[in-house]
């Protein structure tokens, strides 16, 4: 019974978010405002887990462990200056904190791993292919693309206007690649979903029931409100 | 008002409505197109089915339940190829979300009774890990102290007879990571493959494709599943049918649709153009 009440909650929720295709509807607005609580809800609950299980048991070990806790718990609670606009700046020592933490720990390894990687890989490409010959092309065009500085460039003659133009078609390219995966990938979020509703294997065959009542549903009160209120709207008489 | 233009205004929810058939109708009446197998795909099952018998595997949730349609069939497939064969998993997630995904996946497969493997002996769930990148550092340096009690079990780390002999980013032999974004490869790459030489591959949404395919030249990156498409090979593959592949008609289908409309809107667009300088 319980699987069942999941299963059309899941399909009616589904389906709640799909009417905002239709257009701003009140069903649409209960399923996000919804999602929104839970997501945030589950999110609390696993960082209060976390925190237990990080200083369960031990934060009491010794006067240490209590000095560290205690300052760890005083710059948490600093966050909570967010919502107040006089000691507003306190907030600010967190997120200092967190930050210059953050980039601390990725300054460490980026010009390895992101820079000069790239780099060595970009010169040891073999030119076997014409794969690899495009790239030994195009990946200094674009790179020389975006250098703007220098004595006597000129955009608009000479080389610079045959790099700019190999350039210009290699970000066209990219930016294409990355349209048709991002179709790809909305499309696949969408079929996952119609999967669901419609039952196949693995999901459970009971969602098509659910499917077809709630769509039945959801449809008749959309439209059956869009009616109400084209009824109730005086038509305006034109001269 | 001409064809063209109507072409152009076309109501938005019609097209809406197309996609639902597009999608709906193959699902209902699958086509059977063929499925052709890739390099991304072969080369992934490939890595995974050279790994020696005794390899410690990292696998790590990298998204939540909204990339579930995409990411999922790859994910469960995975397990399925690591755990006909003897290697040791620990799962962790750097997404507040990735546990309850192993959830939906251990309520579908059960280790114990479907591959024989032990909890705590032959796999392990250790579950979120705070503070992303920062996060990941510190798993790293100390996996015990950064993620001490497991996720299903809410024993302490170090109890585990698995985890005895793990305890550094050097006791893992290599990363798989599935993921939709940040953090993901781009931190692991920063923080375990580029200090400690951890091996590292992935499957992704088709949306990264193109952020994470230079790191693939490089070699910092393995093998990577780029989407659903590669996934349905994947399941191809490993002779597992599953929700990837009963969705690759309904993505054919899709992305027909999409590039007709494509091409009208364009052809709509210049023939107007044409119209109005002459």
Known sequence: MADLFAIWTAAFFTLAIYTFL????????????????????????????????QWGGIWSSSAFMMTMFAFAMLVGLLWYFRFSKKYFYLYRWPLAILVGTGIGQA???????????????????????????????????VLLYFWFTGYGINRDTGPMRVIDKIARYTMMAGFGSAFGYTVLTRYSLFIGRCQFLLGITPNPPEAKMAFMVITVVLLATLFGWDLYKRQKTPTVLQT | MSILEKIQTIDRRYIYLLAWIAVLYPLLNPLGLPISIGKYSTAYYNYIDELPDDSVIMVTFDYGVS???????????????????????????????????????LGEIDPQKDYGKVYGEDWVELGWFAQAEIGMAALGKDIWSTLPVDYIENQPTSSFPIMQNIKTAEDIDLIISFETGTPGLSEWIRQWETPYGTPIIMGCIGVMVPEVAPYLQTGQLGALIPGLTASAEYELLLNQPGLAISAVDAISVSHLLVILLVILGNVGYFLSRGKESS
């Open chain 1, 22 to 53: 239709y257009k701003e509807n009140t069903w649409f607005q209960i399923a996000t405002s919804i999602y929104l609580g839970t997501a945030v809800g589950y999110g609390v609950t696993v960082n209060l887990k976390y925190l237990r299980d």
């Open chain 1, 107 to 141: 300054m460490q390894t980026i010009i390895f791993a992101q820079f000069l990687s790239q780099v060595q890989g970009q010169i040891s490409t073999p030119l076997t292919s014409v794969n690899n010959i495009l790239i030994a092309i195009m990946v200094p065009c």
């Open chain 2, 67 to 105: 990339a579930m349609p995409e990411l999922y069939p790859l994910t469960i497939a995975t397990f399925k190829q690591l755990w006909t064969r003897d290697f040791t998993i620990i799962v962790v997630a750097s997404w507040l979300q990735g546990p309850m995904v192993m959830d939906v996946l």
